[in-house]
């Protein structure tokens, strides 16, 4: 029998989003950059490394993505430092990168002496470019300029499409004054609010800026809040995490039926395959299955307990997952 015209007109449909952890990186495709001959494969975020001023003997980390931008993949056959002073977190190597495909590596920073310093990373590689160097510096101090709170700023997992903030409050522990001229940011996601700059903070005053995190694709991520003029530097990391969609549908109850079917395509005319494993006694079901960026049509039959099915409820209801 043909589902009832209250069926027809108020089947509808409202989009829920929710964060889900350890989802498979393999359900999202990866499309390498298209890259000439002569364009680098291998590259670094963030460009350079900068410090700012790190008590002597005291260690300071910062995060570097090296990632391959090319179309084929790349062998990482070595990793050496120029200066003592600065130290990478180990790689397993040979270290294939495939397209597209990127690994993180931690530089940490220990001053040897009071005074600026500085070097490089250097990466060898089948890439296009072989011999490829990150540049790094700061400065040792005996005393902090400016106290931070906190010192290091970590989001933790943040679901992409969404932001996650963080107060870091700037203050001047001497006794006299100090002129902020600017805050710098690096890192993909990351931004600040903060007062106007340049900003002077007299002696025991303090300012709190907003950090925030919009991550821009899976995975870990690094970054830096540099403020010029005390010549510090806030390390920053957060992961961004994919998010799942689910599509809840509802619709006017028919009589005379022992349940109903829900129909799903990806094609307002193609072929509408049934996506409820069992009969559905009530006017409500959720699709936990929809992949991000696909556009779905749905539709609804109501059966009776003798087993006769409806015709598809039409027009189907249209929804695109974002």
Not at 111 to 122: F, V
Not at 186 to 215: D, E, H, I, K, R
Request: aromatic share 8%; hydrophobic share 40%; net charge neutral.
């Amino acid at each position: 029998m043909r589902l009832p015209q209250s069926i027809l007109q108020y089947l509808s449909v409202r989009t829920v989003h929710f964060l889900t952890i350890g989802i498979a990186i393999a359900l999202f495709a990866m499309v390498p950059v298209r890259v000439g001959a002569a364009t680098p494969q291998l590259t670094c975020a963030p460009t350079s490394l900068r410090f700012g001023k790190v008590i002597v003997g005291q260690t300071q980390t910062l995060l570097v993505t090296l990632t391959n931008s090319g179309q084929t993949s790349v062998t990482v056959s070595g990793m050496s430092v120029s200066n003592a002073q600065f130290t990478t977190s180990s790689l397993s190597l040979p270290l294939v990168l495939p397209a597209g495909e990127s690994a993180d590596v931690s530089v940490s920073f220990t001053p040897a002496a009071r005074n600026s310093t500085e070097g490089t990373i250097q990466f060898s590689s089948n890439a296009s470019n072989p011999t490829f160097r990150l540049w790094v510096g700061g400065a040792g101090t005996n005393s902090e300029v400016l106290s931070v709170s906190p010192a290091v700023v970590s989001f933790g997992p943040v679901p992409i499409g969404t932001s996650s903030t963080a107060p870091v409050v700037l203050t001047n522990t001497h006794s006299w004054a100090i002129t902020l001229s600017a805050l710098q940011m690096t890192g993909s996601g990351f931004s600040v609010t903060s007062p106007a700059f340049p900003l002077t903070l007299a002696g025991g005053q303090s300012v709190t800026v907003t950090v925030a995190f919009a991550p821009q694709s899976a995975g870990l991520t690094g970054g830096s809040l540099f403020v010029s003029g005390a010549y510090l530097n806030v390390p920053l990391t957060g992961t961004g995490t994919q998010t799942a969609y689910s599509v809840n549908l509802f619709w006017n109850s028919a009589p005379d039926v022992a349940g109903y079917n829900v129909y799903r395509s990806t094609a307002s005319n193609g072929t509408y395959s049934r996506i409820n494993s069992t009969l559905d006694p009530g006017t409500a079901y959720t699709d936990g299955t929809v992949v991000s960026g696909q556009t779905y049509y749905y539709a609804a039959t109501s059966v009776t307990s003798s087993g006769q099915e409806s015709s598809r409820s039409t027009p189907p209801v249209q929804v695109a997952i974002p």
